[in-house]
Every structure is written in C-alpha cells, then in structure tokens.
C-alpha cells in the first residue's frame, strides 16, 4: 500500500510538471484572436466545470466543447490555456484547490494537447469551424476524450489497483455523452464568434450554461430525491424482522445501499463488552471473533462517548474493521447503547454527508435490534420451563422433531433417554414442595452439566425429564445415562431423601422413526427399569418382548 501510494504521487508530480511545461512552451500566447476572446473561453470554461452535471458519483460537463471552440477560433495555444483555466480557477471559486487541482489541470492540458495531432493531421486548422472539417473536429473530441480517461486510468490502477477500472466505467460512460455534446457545441461557438462577432457569442453563451445550471438541479434535485427513497427503504426494512440474526444482516445488507464499503461488522454490547454479532465483506477471523472492551480502540471509544468517529488508514486500533478508512457508528435505543456499526473502506473517507444517512439509519437500526432482543428473550422463556430451566415438554418435542428430520435426511443416529426420580413423592412429603422444587432444580442442572453441548434436556412432566442425544447409538446412550444416575446419585447424596433415577432409553430407528414412538419406547423402558427396583438404565433391547411392545400400566413413585 505505501509502495503503490509512492508511485501514485510520482505519478501525480510528473504529469503536473509536464502540464505545466508543455503549457509555458506552447501556450505562452494566447493564440490567433483577441486576448478578450481568450479570457471569455476561459471564463466559459470555469462556468462549464461549475455547473457540471452530476449523476451518482460521477458527473460530466461540456468543458470539452469550449476547448474546441478555443481551438477552432484561437489555435492550439489558446486551447492548452482554457483547458487549464476550466479546471484550476473552478476548483478555486469552489475553495477546494489541492494537488488535485494542479493534476487535473495539467491533465486536461495534456489530453488538449495529443487531441490536437490528429486534428491537425486530418487538415484541421484555425478557423476551420465549418462542417467541412467535421472530421478533424470529431477527432479531437473523441482523441481529448481518450487522453484524458487514460491518464485518469492510470491514476486509478495505481491507487487501487486494477479493480478500480471496472468501477470506473460509469464515469467514462458519462464522459463520453458530455464528448459527444462538445462537438456540437464547440463548432456552434466558433460558428458564432467567426460570424457574428464577440458580443453575440457572449450572448449565446448565456444560455447554454443556463441551461447546463437548470439540468445541474434538476440531476442534484432527482439525486436528493432517489437517496430520501433510498433512506426510506433501508430504514423501513431493517425493521421488517423480529429474528436477531436477520435483523442483524438486514443492517449490513441496507447500509450498503447508503454508502459504498468494503468491510463491516455490527457489534452488541454486552455489559461492559462489545461482541461481534454479524459482519460482510473484507473482515478478518480476529475481527470477527474478538470482543472489543468499552472504552479500547474506535469501536469502544464510540460505544463510550456515543458520537461517531472517522479514523484514517494509520490509526491501526484493536476493534476497527481494518486498514483504510474507518467510521464506527453507536446504535442507540434512546440514550441506551445497544450496539455499535463498523464499516471500512479504502478510499475515499466516508463524507458527512454519508455519515448523516447512516446516522438515521442507526436510530432505527438500534430499535430494530432492540425489538429483536426482547423478543428473543420472550421466544427464549416460552421454550423453557419456568421451574428447571430446561427446555419444556413442547420445545423437547420440537427440537426431537428436528433432530430425527436429520437423522432421515443424512442417515445419522440417535437416542432418546427417559429419566424419572425414585423416591420424589418422599422428598416432597418429608421436606414439602418448596424443597422439592428446590431438589428438582438442581437435578435438572445436574443433568445438564453431565451430557453434551449439542445434546437436548427438558422436563417431559412432574419429576420426568427426558434427554435427545444426536448422533448417538445405544452403547453411547447407556454410557450417558449411566453417567447421569451416578451424577443424580452424587448430588443428592447429602439430601434427607436421597434421590435416584430410572432411565428407559430407546434408539432410532429400532424402536421408532417418529418423536411419539420413541418417547413412547424410552417411557417404556423407563417404567420396567422402576418396576426392577430403580437406580438403574435399561434400553428397549434389554426389555422381555411383553414390556417392549405394551403400553406402560403403572405410575411413577
């Protein structure tokens, strides 16, 4: 990066000092003509490049047109002056003169200049504004129009690489219609001045660029108008979505359609840290993953002081999205902090303008995201039982149900393990219900510390609850049920009631391929395991051919 700025800026100089020599050998005199006429091109030309058309991000102008009149009426000097005027002296009325001024200036001197080889090749001389040197004139134009977007494409490759010029094709599509609209005019001015004279050629030029002024408003005012619609659409759709993780996405995918950027990500606060929960583009794994501490780098500064921050390709900080241009946005609920908006780009730096819109779209993100928590909070209670924390009877089953959809599709296997408390009914007439819930509690946690991350524990009803291991068959199974009576066994050793466990457990697809069969089976098992005298695991295979195939016919003690 810092070698390819090197070279741009080499770049850059070369042409300027070229420019700027090419233009004090050849147009040191303004040419053929008057020195009014010349100042009048000038003057047209800075009026040609202020109303410039815009369109998106790019725009175009007639500014060609007037270098040709320059050159048709004035000669090659006169043309390498207005070329450089129209940039430079417009740049300054706008207070925007930089070294980019002198470049694009000394460029179009340069574009001024080959463009008029093939004009004069093709026998086009001063003066020569009738449609009989239509030929050399068209060349020009077309030549002017080629040097120039050259030498802007390799600007271009040098700052960001090759990729730039695809994304510069819509500039050359819009240069190339303010080309074809130079030639016209450019041969009508220097029709009027050859035949009518300086004054009606001023008074010609009034309304041209007033009608390049009223088509520059219209574009600015249609521009205005397609980023409210834009605004309006971004806004309106990251709320569309009550899921976290869409509304999540939906933030990256809108703020997108506001601002060009390579690489984002949204983070959330979580008590006194920020967690990446979603990213797009050109993230790192260590962007990713890491959680960013309040207050630490852009990203937790912003979370602290909750204003937006820009920060340049050199300030290198833990949390940002990587090198180049940065902003880091807060997304606030109100005065609360619900997350933070990371995006990142090479160049140019986000504007405030750009800034502004993502700012809205901010406000709205936040409530989005807050809505989405709350509700995945209240989805979250709804699938666990209140007492236990595990999940209830009805998300059991649909997680059950899940499962055995994989297992049909993928060819997997699975178990379901059924387990019931002996004794329970002592605990709750020694120590009463209050404790019992309390030893209830605990065992379900027991039981969830004992088996796997992806496997699933809920209370199936009163002291049952019941275990869906994934990708298990019946020896793992039994493994995990022996395991979770020892555990049981262990933690309620100190109880006034020790409690223990029966547990039936019944495999898929032996004893069933849907969620009723195999809860079913496991209750089965379960209930001969109990009737054996409990503290003990039993699988369907285990059980005489009576007890597998009926009903059970008893309760639980």
């Avoid at 998106?56 to 006169?78: K, M």
């Avoid at 809108?254 to 060009?260: G, I, K």
């Avoid at 992806?454 to 275990?467: P, S, T």
Wanted: glycine share 10%.
């Amino acid at each position: 990066m810092e070698r390819g700025n090197r070279s741009l800026t080499l770049y850059r100089w070369f042409i300027i000092l070229l420019g700027a020599a090419f233009l004090a050998l050849i147009g040191s005199g303004q040419g053929r003509g008057s020195l009014a006429l010349f100042l009048f091109f000038c003057a047209l030309a800075v009026g040609t490049e202020l109303t410039r058309v815009p369109s998106g991000s790019v725009s175009f102008s007639l500014g060609s047109g007037v270098v040709l009149a320059a050159l048709l009426c004035q000669g090659v000097p006169a043309a390498l002056g207005v070329a450089a005027a129209g940039q430079l002296l417009a740049d300054v009325a706008e207070r925007r003169l930089s070294l980019d001024s002198a470049f694009n200036s000394a460029q179009a001197v340069l574009a001024a200049l080959a463009a008029a080889v093939p004009y004069h090749f093709l026998g086009g001389t001063p003066g020569g504004s009738s449609l009989a040197f239509l030929l050399p004139q068209a060349a020009f134009v077309v030549s002017y129009f080629l040097a120039n977007n050259v030498l802007v494409g390799v600007a271009l490759v040098l700052e960001r690489g090759t990729a730039a010029l695809a994304e510069n094709r819509l500039l050359v599509g819009w240069d190339f219609l303010g080309t074809l609209l130079s030639l016209p005019t450019g041969v009508f001015l220097a029709q009027v001045y050859q035949l009518l004279g300086l004054t009606p050629l001023v008074v010609a030029a009034i309304p041209l660029l007033t009608l390049s002024y009223i088509w520059q408003l219209y574009a600015r005012v249609r521009a205005a108008n397609e980023e409210i619609v834009a605004l309006y659409t971004a806004t309106s759709s990251v709320g569309t979505s009550i899921d976290l993780s869409t509304t999540l996405n939906e933030i990256l995918t809108q703020a997108r359609r506001l601002v060009r950027y390579d690489g984002g990500l949204v983070y959330l606060v979580d008590e006194e840290t920020l967690i990446p929960a979603a990213s797009e583009g050109a993230v790192t794994d260590l962007q990713r993953h890491c959680a960013v501490p309040l207050g630490q780098g852009l990203v937790g500064r912003v979370g602290v002081t909750h204003h937006a921050e820009l920060a340049s390709a050199g300030a290198a900080e833990k949390g940002g999205a990587g090198s180049g241009c940065r902003l880091a946005l807060p997304l606030l609920a109100g005065e609360r902090l619900v997350g933070v908006l990371a995006l990142e780009r090479e160049k140019p730096p986000f504007s405030p303008h750009e800034v502004q819109f993502l700012a809205i779209l901010g406000g709205q993100a936040a409530s989005a995201l807050e809505n989405a928590r709350l509700y995945s909070e209240v989805a979250a209670l709804a699938r666990l039982d209140p007492l236990t924390g595990v999940y209830n009877r009805r998300a059991l089953v649909e997680a059950l149900t899940g499962e055995l959809a994989r297992c049909r599709r993928y060819g997997t296997k699975l178990c379901v393990l059924m387990v019931d408390l002996d004794n329970f009914k002592a605990v709750n007439d020694a120590c009463g219900h209050p404790a019992g819930d309390a030893v209830l509690k605990r065992i379900a946690a027991c039981i969830a510390s004992s088996v796997r991350s992806i496997d699933v524990v809920g209370r199936y009803g009163g002291d049952e609850l019941a275990i869906v291991l994934p990708e298990a068959g019946p020896l793992e199974a039994y493994q995990v049920a022996e395991r979770v009576r020892r555990a049981v066994r262990e933690a309620t050793q100190e109880e006034p009631c020790q409690v223990t466990t029966s547990i039936g457990i019944a495999a898929y697809p032996q004893q069933g391929e849907e969620a009723g069969e195999l809860l079913a089976a496991a209750d089965r098992a379960m209930y001969y395991a109990k009737r054996q005298g409990g503290d003990r695991a039993l699988t369907c295979a285990q059980l005489p051919p009576a007890a597998a195939a009926g009903p059970r016919d008893g309760g639980s003690a």
